[in-house]
């Protein structure tokens, strides 16, 4: 794991902003989550405990109770009501949020198509956790990529910073207009929600002024009656879906408007995916989440011996296409290294899509590297191991998909 | 519009009726009609069968609440029959999301409700009322409702009860009286139906009451004092369902009238845990004479309806001691 500095993220930043007393502590990233919720001006917050999660929704009773926030803070019964509470809340004119993790995502996954199909821009937080069966409270990103058709934007973090800078930026994409889409900011479980980073938090001030109150368009008032979650049959059905999917289109210039924005105040640079040493190398490592630290560190060590570099993946709703045609033109071939599995497929989700990216354009090997599961630890010598494999790989992949550290 | 007080309550007026007039012959119960609100602010072009005993229901809450009000409508009859897109009969903001989760996306409305208020991003505090089904309410949406009102939210929750999953095509639910037929309980439903007014009571919440949209008066009366009340409450209205229960949609109102007649549905409130009947009816009515009248019973032996009747015939004696 790395710190915000490591990355190279206090090169990029402004001399103005650099100049401003800015606040920075050590913080888990469950805390920093809650911190972002804390400037956002949230008014309804749905609560239900879940490991890894729970601290997050902690630290906003206690907010709350100490009147740092002016919400209110629903204690719901399960998640499923979490995410119902916030449907109901968000058409009646409320910024809203919750987090959850794991089966607790699983449990809103009906509610969350809802709340896309009605266009509500509800944020979340999940904790990546694997799920059940066996139980498993630990680290792997199936939850959130088994929700990945739900019509939600997702955000996947490296690092603490991350995750607080997506929660503020997923209010201002979610809400303009030409989106209205809920979006999810994801968190690898303990590596990053329990785990302490030096963390940046920007000035409420700066905030306000790139997150102005939320006003709805419609909003559920008895001064204008409308009708929210109507039927519709096979003669508009169709339509309303495709509106979302244009929706999730324009969320990708609206994506790339509030990084330029927040750029300007935080001095952090955000796009759907990092380039970390990419330029000019055969192999591309692709990541998503906290294992991309590792992966760095290793291609670090490793830079002299092979061509490889790093390209993580940020954002996985919606997908970069163009990026990743981009990337792919310049290299050779693409090991996928994800914490996720398609059953019946046997690559992971991200590895699919990648590969969907690149039909038709030019053809490269895309290797899918599964990880991690379950909270599997991914040390530095897995991550040399993939990138031996990509190297022989070079002339011809042997197959297609690795199940790395299989006991 | 007359908000209808204690005193006025036709209640009342039924019990001083020595000559055992029928309500619509009764001065007093035609004169408290007068007093109901004469706009409609659930219109017609709906898709109900006709005779439909939600329908009734939406029509007689919405003239009790007036145009202030936010309503959650799960998945069910009501909400398919009134907003097929780009239609809708609702002439009050209307919102449906889910089958089982009306409890939790109404307490959403009312807690964000509350917030803006306090912020001041909106002026005027409309009361948020969810009308849901049984199945909605008793089976799938249970965990959802009681998570709501043990919260104690400001909402009005009315379960529209026709006893069994119509809109999919009469299923058994846990509302389903003993004996009746349905698609999924082809014998008879073999177990007694839950006493939901019971279980939410149980919360100890301000207002629990039981209604029949064939005594309307009384149901409006009882809407009113839920939504004048701060705080969660819970009515459980009777309404009966032609195509569902196998009778000509006609009779609605008299089947209504006749399952309270007959003891199988008693009219109550229990305001801050006090329990009172609402309405005693002027004669016990038989219960075959309701099972007769409609389909859904018409395989009951001699043998089952005596059950039936002396079942009723010992939660008579209780409720009216």
Not at chain 1, 186 to 193: K, P, S, V
Not at chain 2, 114 to 124: A, F
Request: proline fraction near 5%; charge should be neutral.
């Amino acid at each position: 794991m790395r710190s915000s500095q490591s990355l190279g993220m206090s090169d990029t930043r402004t001399l103005a902003s650099a100049k401003r007393m800015l606040r920075k502590d050590v913080m888990t990233c469950n805390k920093a989550v809650a911190e972002s919720v804390k400037l956002c001006d949230v008014d309804v917050i749905a609560a239900y405990p879940i490991t890894p999660q729970t601290s997050i929704v902690e630290y906003l009773a206690e907010f709350v109770a100490k009147k740092e926030i002016d919400a209110e803070y629903i204690k719901v019964e399960s998640e499923h009501s979490a995410l119902s509470a916030l449907v109901g809340a968000s058409p009646a004119g409320a910024r809203t949020f919750t987090a959850t993790s794991s089966q607790g995502l699983i449990l809103m996954s009906e509610v969350m198509f809802t709340a896309s199909g009605m266009r509500l821009p509800i944020v979340m937080a999940n904790a990546n956790r694997a799920l059940s069966a066996p139980l498993n409270i630990w680290n792997d990103q199936q939850d959130s990529l088994a929700v990945r058709d739900s019509g939600w934007i997702q955000f996947y973090a490296e690092n603490n910073q991350e995750a607080l800078d997506y929660v503020i930026q997923c209010y201002k994409i979610s809400e303009n207009k030409k989106v209205m889409l809920p979006s999810m900011v994801n968190l690898d479980g303990f590596y990053l929600t329990h785990t302490l980073e030096p963390t940046e938090i920007p000035d409420k001030k700066d905030v306000k002024k790139f997150l102005p109150p939320y006003e709805p368009e419609y909003r559920l008032d008895p001064e204008s009656p409308l009708t929210f979650g109507f039927f519709a049959g096979p003669d508009s059905y169709q339509e309303f879906r495709y509106e979302q999917q244009k929706a999730m289109e324009n969320a990708e210039r609206v994506i790339k408007e509030a990084a330029k924005d927040y750029y300007g105040f935080t001095g952090r640079k955000y796009s759907a995916i990092e380039e970390y040493k990419l330029d000019k190398k055969d192999t591309v490592l692709l990541t998503v989440g906290s294992v991309s630290g590792t992966v760095k560190e290793v291609v670090d060590k490793l830079e002299k011996k092979y061509s490889v570099g790093v390209a993580k993946l940020r954002m996985f709703r919606p997908f970069p296409f163009e990026e990743i045609r981009r990337i792919a033109s310049r290299a050779k071939i693409i090991g996928v290294i994800e914490k996720d599995v398609i059953i019946g497929v046997n690559q992971g989700a991200v590895a699919t899509e990648i590969k969907n990216a690149l039909y038709g354009s030019k053809s490269i090997p895309v290797l899918s590297f599964i990880v991690g599961l379950g909270g599997r630890d991914t040390p530095p010598s897995t991550v040399e191991k993939i990138i031996k494999i990509c190297e022989n790989a070079l002339e011809k992949p042997e197959k297609e998909s690795y199940w790395m550290d299989l006991k | 519009m007359i908000v209808l007080g204690e005193k006025a309550s036709y209640v009342k007026c039924r019990w001083k009726c020595e000559a055992g007039l029928s309500a619509n012959r009764c001065w007093y119960y035609r004169q408290h009609l007068k007093e109901v609100s004469e706009e409609e602010l659930f219109t017609s072009g709906h898709r109900g069968c006709a005779g439909c005993g939600n329908v009734i229901t939406v029509r007689l809450v919405l003239k009790a609440s007036g145009k202030n009000v936010v309503v959650v409508s799960p998945t069910g009859c009501t909400e398919v029959i009134s907003t097929p897109y780009p239609e809708t009969s609702w002439e009050v903001p209307w919102i449906h999301a889910n089958f089982e989760n009306a409890g939790a996306v109404a307490s959403g409305i009312s807690d964000a409700v509350k917030v803006l208020l306090r912020k001041g991003k909106i002026k005027s505090k409309p009361k948020v009322i969810a009308i849901a089904g049984d199945g909605g309410t008793v089976d799938i949406g249970f965990q959802s409702l009681s998570g709501a009102m043990e919260r104690g939210h400001d909402m009005l929750y009315i379960c529209v009860d026709n006893e069994a999953y119509m809109n999919t095509g009469v299923q058994r639910s846990g509302a389903t009286p003993y004996g009746a037929y349905t698609t999924t309980s082809p014998l008879g439903q073999d177990t007694p139906k839950k006493d939901m007014p019971a279980i939410m009571a149980a919360h100890r919440i301000p207002y629990v009451a039981t209604a029949t949209i064939s005594l309307p008066l009384d149901f409006i009366e009882k809407v009113k004092k839920a939504i004048s009340i701060e705080g969660a409450s819970y009515i459980h209205v009777l309404a009966p369902c032609p195509t569902g229960w196998g009778f000509p949609g006609e009779k609605t109102i008299e089947l209504g009238r006749l399952a309270v007649d007959a003891g199988m549905w008693t009219l109550y409130e229990i305001l801050n845990g006090e329990f009172r009947v609402t309405y005693k009816p002027t004669a016990k009515v038989p219960v075959k004479e309701y099972l007769k009248a409609q389909k859904r019973f018409a395989h009951l032996s001699e043998e089952t309806i005596k059950k039936i009747q002396e079942d009723i015939d010992k939660r008579w004696a209780e409720a009216f001691r």
